[in-house]
């Protein structure tokens, strides 16, 4: 019983965890991103060459790159996942409700073709 309360919370916490990850990089992180690819080319484009502004702004943008491409495999994995656990369910309810249907009769024999 203790397993079971156990595995019912951590799904939950973990599906919690998961919905602030994505909201997080779909509200904060996506729509900042442009402007900061801009704020690069705009120091790439000044002279003389400030290095450390540089640096810091391509470390960042390789960051929010290596945070969106992660958290889009992440869910790209989830949901095939979760296709994959529904489609298991179908057939499995599927074949439980055919066999529901099917009458078996144990009086009746298997139909032979010879014709003997």
Known sequence: MALAVYSALSAVFFFYICAIMIRFSIFYMLPVYPARLMAVWQVVQHWPLDASKLFKLVFEVLW?????VSLSLFAYRLLQT?????K?????????????????????????SSGN
């Open 64 to 68: 929010r790159t290596a945070v969106l």
């Open 88 to 112: 298991f369910l179908a057939q499995t309810l599927w074949q439980k409700f055919r066999k529901i249907l099917t009458v078996d009769d144990p009086g009746v024999g298997p139909v032979s």
């Open 82 to 86: 979760a296709w994959g656990v529904l």
